[in-house]
């Protein structure tokens, strides 16, 4: 990888699909020389020697298309394909291309300095000279324009120049002798600007959503320009019309069942209603039972949101519904049910936006701004739409679609999932092992009449592969709607009295002090808050009870309460302040669980390697060939493109390359250093397919068709023979940031009027666990705990009666920071302090217990345990140790002594 290609992929943060594009730019440069008038045969069989499925540049100049899926970041990859141009010297005047007004806007904000989604963030080249920009509203100025020595006619000009110009601009006829203006003579230039741009010697040509320029006048006006490349981008690599046709320039393609597999995007997944016939109602009816389980959703998936960004700290995103309407009479009859008193009761009233042609005026002004708006303001839950929203409409925060009176074909396309795909946080939120927080990652579509039908086609192979939910008493998502609870800890409900108030939940604890006036109030809270500070300062939170330590709190919360005194009237006095001081910090040391914030850093760099070793169970492979006839026929709707997809993926000389170029997607494996062990595994896979086929075309279509899941296959196991060089005890430097940290609230979504389960009584069935909010606790810092199963709550009951647990807590996510691999944090499932030692136990299913990421977690945990327990012990403190305890050894007669002898780690 040269040095431009990988500062690049450094710097702009680039996914694998986009990296891997790049380097294909690449590799192409150095094979096709970029001058005019090179789209001839030898440029073309070029890369055919390298890309065989790549059929012809399809235009009057070499013209690359990479069809990459919907969120997985296009308008990114396009400032790299400019950055890299540029700093390899290939070109400085670039002309991109947009289709409508909407991603023409959109364009211009991207490539602005200071814009949140500016491509060249990290390029330092253009941090000190950005790029000029010219746009279809300032060209006639003729900034865009070089004078003699190459110097720009704007004062300010850049060494780069980037066209960015809506289609209708060189293709609509708008001069009044039927010639497009961007065609008119210009006397500061002596020609036209499109004459100007079409006598570069270095102009590339980028095309955003390229398959909007194939119709026969928008491609003359393109070929026109003469560029000396063109890169083309698209999720759909087709022409437009009933009679579509795909590209021929296909380079590289990235389906959006691939992003969803890789976790670039949402998961979609389709919702019906428990036990529910759609034919038992009318249709009317039926619409309307659609629309209220799209709020029921709505509201569980905002209730989730907000509870990710009080635990994580992450900004809070307002998610919205997006219904899709028939026509414009259909449109306008649901805004008027859905902000009428029958639906939820007016609750929607000034809620909706609806957009369509018809709209006029303030109307239409009104409904713009509330897209522009929508990942901002929040005051829009409800967008109707008729058919669907065209490309370049760009949202996170887009999670329940309704698409009224479609087919299950239509919504299994990319341009309808497709507008709710991209990632809020430009990454999933949930990992294997971690907090559930899947709704946050899940787009729904609601489609109760077609649930089935849907749900058959996503079992097509190579379809968009959907899961389903169900809404409903007991569902996925519940129909009573959904609220946030946040649960403070115990500690600060006897200091403050103040804790959440649902059915069934006991009264936690009685006030350990009688606050008798505001300013008393406002002291103990101020006496928390400075607590806070002292948490970097004290070993442990047993500290507090020291007198030198209150003396110090109490002096910095008489200096906060002082000014806000004012007069005599409410002043608290000193031997007031003192006692409050005092009960607050022996309720914190007294009720909280002393967990220190430890960083332990390795020294030194780890290297690794993969064991040599010979692939096992290869008899479990019997993967078919698929016959590709089958697969042709299909080419008709989106799903059937990705049906087909890898018949236009690059063909491999060798048949083991079909497996090696998945392998070294993975951050883990080192071609150079593992070349040798790859080829051999493939080979062995390769002779396993070759053991029940009859012919090599049969080996190579399996292998084309099921790379990437046979690729995995083979890379489990060399995670199993995964090797790093040990660092010894001397090699890590721990670093203690802080003794302790005060208990955080903790947020539950749960439903409205939902009673507080005993958590000594079982939930039936066992899978509804994770559904429900448990309280009753004796010894918990808490008094309200959610627990992901069963196995947990039978060991919270464990460990709660067990006389030698002084106090436990399930942490929130925030609350520990064991780093098990690079910019991962594991969250143990519970904490227990007993009278002698600190435990950290993870509870896990008999089958999870070798797994590499679980496997991992111990060991970090482990490690830090050990460190904990050198701080504990400079500090007279308890020492710590950890557990991975399987859930069958959770049993009516096991104890906790019992189990931590058996699975103690290290």
């Excluded at 394909?81 to 806007?105: C, D, E, M, W």
């Excluded at 949202?395 to 009224?404: A, E, F, M, W």
């Excluded at 910019?823 to 143990?828: H, L, S, V």
Aim: aromatic share 8%.
């Amino acid at each position: 990888m040269s040095r431009e290609l990988h500062t690049i992929t450094q710097r702009l943060s680039l996914r694998p699909p986009q990296a891997a594009s790049l380097e294909i730019l690449a590799e192409v440069l150095q094979r096709v020389p970029l001058r005019k008038d090179i789209a001839d045969g030898r440029a073309l069989a070029a890369i055919r020697e390298t890309w065989p499925q790549f059929e012809d540049f399809e235009r009057d100049f070499p013209s690359l298309c990479f069809a990459l899926a919907t969120g997985v970041g296009k308008t990114r990859l396009m400032g790299a394909f400019i950055a890299y141009l540029y700093l390899t010297g290939k070109s400085r005047h670039f002309f991109v291309l947009a289709p409508n007004t909407t991603i023409y806007q959109k364009l211009i904000n991207d490539f602005t300095p200071g814009h949140p989604k500016y491509v060249f963030k990290g390029i330092a080249e253009f941090a000190t000279n950005p790029p000029l920009l010219i746009t279809g509203d300032n060209y006639e100025s003729g900034r865009g324009v070089r004078l003699e020595g190459g110097r720009a006619s704007d004062l300010f000009g850049s060494d780069v120049h980037i066209n960015i110009f809506n289609i209708d601009k060189i293709n609509k006829e708008e001069g009044p002798r039927g010639s497009p203006k961007m065609k008119k003579l210009q006397e500061t230039i002596g020609e036209s600007y499109y004459d100007y741009l079409a006598g570069l010697d270095d102009l590339v040509l980028v095309m955003d959503e390229a398959h909007r320029y194939r119709a026969s006048a928008g491609a003359k006006a393109i070929d026109g320009l003469k560029p000396i490349l063109g890169l083309e981008l698209t999720a759909t690599p087709k022409t437009v019309g009933a009679n579509s046709v795909p590209f021929r320039n296909v380079i590289y393609s990235y389906s959006l069942g691939q992003a969803m597999a890789d976790g670039f995007v949402k998961e979609p997944a389709v919702a019906t209603r428990k036990d529910f016939d759609p034919k038992s109602v009318s249709d009317e009816r039926l619409e309307q039972i659609k629309l209220e389980d799209a709020v029921h959703n709505h509201d569980h998936v905002a209730v989730e949101l907000d509870r990710y960004h009080r635990v994580t700290g992450r900004p809070r995103v307002q998610p919205f519904i997006l219904l899709v309407a028939q026509d414009t009479d259909h449109a306008r009859r649901l805004r008027g049910y859905i902000e009428s008193d029958d639906f939820f009761m007016g609750r929607f009233k000034d809620k909706v936006a609806e957009v369509h042609s018809a709209l006029r005026g303030e109307e239409s002004e009104d409904a713009t701004q509330r897209l522009v708006a929508l990942e901002q303001d929040g005051r829009t839950e409800i967008v109707i739409h008729v058919n669907k929203l065209k490309e370049g409409w760009d949202v996170t925060n887009l999670y329940t679609i309704v698409p009224l009176r479609a087919s299950a074909s239509d919504i299994l396309t990319e341009q309808t999932l497709g507008r709710g795909l991209r990632l809020p946080y430009g990454e999933r939120v949930t990992r294997s092992g971690e907090e559930d927080f899947a709704a946050v990652d899940r787009l729904t579509v609601i489609a109760h009449d077609r649930f089935d039908e849907i749900i058959q086609k996503a079992r097509e192979p190579g379809s968009i592969v959907m899961t389903h939910i169900e809404i409903g008493d007991g569902c996925d998502v519940s129909s009573a709607g959904a609220a946030l609870v946040t649960a403070p800890s115990i500690a600060e409900i006897m200091i403050t009295g103040g804790g959440p108030s649902l059915p069934g939940l006991e009264e936690a604890a009685a006030p350990v002090f009688t606050l008798n006036t505001p300013e008393e109030t406002r002291t103990a809270e101020v006496t928390l808050e400075v607590i806070r500070r002292f948490e970097r300062k004290l070993g442990s939170a047993e500290e507090l009870r020291t007198p030198d330590v209150q003396r110090q709190i109490t002096e910095a919360v008489q200096e906060i309460i002082r000014p806000a005194q004012g007069t005599l009237a409410g002043m608290v006095s000193a031997p007031r302040v003192d006692q409050i001081v005092e009960a607050v910090t022996q309720t914190v040391a007294e009720r909280t669980l002393s967990i220190p914030q430890i960083l332990v850093i390795p020294k030194r760099q780890v290297t690794f390697q993969f064991a040599d070793f010979d692939l096992k169970d290869l008899t479990t492979i019997n993967v078919r060939p698929i016959d590709d006839g089958l697969v042709v026929q299909s080419l008709r709707t989106e799903v059937r493109i990705y049906l087909a997809k890898t018949v236009d993926d690059p063909r491999e000389e060798r048949l083991e390359d079909y497996l090696v170029r998945f392998l070294i997607e993975r951050n883990e494996v080192d071609y150079d250093a593992h070349a040798d062990l790859l080829y051999k595994l493939a080979g062995q896979m390769v002779a396993r397919i070759n053991s029940y086929l009859t012919t090599a075309a049969e080996t190579e279509n399996v292998l084309l068709r099921n790379g990437r899941q046979l690729a995995e296959f083979i890379f489990a196991q060399m995670m199993q023979n995964y090797v790093e060089t040990p660092l010894g005890e001397d090699d890590y430097e721990v670093r203690v940031a802080r003794g302790f940290t005060l208990l955080q609230a903790q947020p539950f979504n749960v439903v409205p009027g939902q009673r507080v389960h005993d958590f000594r009584q079982p939930v039936s069935p066992a899978s509804d666990t994770k559904r429900q909010v448990f309280g009753g606790f004796k010894n918990c810092c808490y008094s309200l705990q959610k627990f992901d199963s069963d196995p947990e709550r039978r060991f919270a009951v464990l460990i709660d009666a067990d006389p030698s647990v002084e106090k436990w807590l399930k942490p929130g996510r925030t609350q520990f920071q064991i780093e098990y691999r690079a910019g991962d944090n594991y969250e143990p499932d519970f904490v227990v302090e007993t009278r002698d030692r600190m435990l950290i136990c993870e509870v896990k299913s008999r089958n999870e217990l070798n797994d590499l990421v679980v496997q991992a977690k111990s060991q970090a945990a482990t490690k830090w345990c050990r460190a904990a327990s050198q701080h504990a012990a400079e500090r007279g403190g308890k020492p710590w140790a950890y557990a991975l305890i399987g859930d069958d050894q959770i049993i009516g007669s096991a104890t906790l002594t019992g189990l931590m002898a058996r699975f103690t780690q290290g």
